[in-house]
T-cell receptor, first 113, second 110 residues
Framework: EAQVTQNPRYLITVTGKKLTVTCSQNMNHEYMSWYRQDPGLGLRQIYYSMNVEVTDKGDVPEGYKVSRKEKRNFPLILESPSPNQTSLYFC????????????FGQGTRLTVV | QKEVEQNSGPLSVPEGAIASLNCTYSDRGSQSFFWYRQYSGKSPELIMFIYSNGDKEDGRFTAQLNKASQYVSLLIRDSQPSDSATYLCAGDYGGFKTIFGAGTRLFVKA
């Protein structure tokens, strides 16, 4: 089954404690992206990757890091989480570079206290 | 600043009616537009995309694009209670960046 898998689904952490949200896709897609979704603000792009070792900033990259060492994986790293990073996070992948996010992961609800 | 604007709603329509969802965008450089449906607590699901002026139909859904007026719309015919969700409009800006609107909540009353 074609899918994008994120882990964990829910996470409560404390300010400053490094964390990683994993994302994996099984469709051999080149394009992957991370978004955060906040009430009233919709989905905002954090980082995207066009292929292995090729990443770039989206609209809200501050406080986040990513890496793309393998085509299937695109982890999101918060080196020092802060409460304003409390949000719902989605990973997405697409076959083409046209920007159409064909597949989204299930989402990760992160709370930073 | 590239923006995609949507009325947050909620938009309420009776079952069987046509639901009309609208979206405007600020940057004429955007080439492609997408509509996603997101049920409460779930991830967005792509339902339509359009990049040419005019209408594109897929089952009960019709996407409309007017580049001169910079608006995109989604029509849902014969609306069903199962169509109740938040609909996200998104624009593709230069191949890799996608800008989303905040979404319109649709309620279809049985």
């Amino acid at each position: 089954e074609a899918q994008v898998t994120q882990n964990p689904r829910y996470l409560i952490t404390v300010t400053g404690k490094k964390l990683t949200v994993t994302c994996s896709q099984n469709m051999n897609h080149e394009y992957m992206s991370w978004y955060r979704q906040d009430p009233g603000l919709g989905l905002r792009q954090i980082y995207y990757s066009m292929n292995v070792e090729v990443t770039d900033k989206g609209d809200v990259p501050e406080g986040y890091k990513v890496s793309r060492k393998e085509k299937r994986n695109f982890p999101l790293i918060l080196e020092s989480p802060s409460p304003n990073q409390t949000s719902l996070y989605f990973c997405a992948s697409s076959l083409s570079s046209a920007g159409a996010e064909a597949f989204f992961g299930q989402g990760t609800r992160l709370t930073v206290v | 600043q590239k923006e995609v604007e949507q009325n947050s709603g909620p938009l309420s329509v009776p079952e069987g009616a046509i639901a009309s969802l609208n979206c405007t965008y600020s940057d004429r450089g955007s080439q492609s537009f997408f509509w996603y449906r997101q049920y409460s607590g779930k991830s967005p699901e792509l339902i339509m995309f359009i990049y040419s002026n005019g209408d594109k139909e897929d089952g009960r859904f019709t996407a409309q694009l007017n580049k001169a007026s910079q608006y995109v719309s989604l029509l849902i015919r014969d609306s069903q209670p199962s169509d109740s969700a938040t609909y996200l409009c998104a624009g593709d800006y230069g191949g890799f960046k996608t800008i989303f609107g905040a979404g319109t909540r649709l309620f279809v009353k049985a």
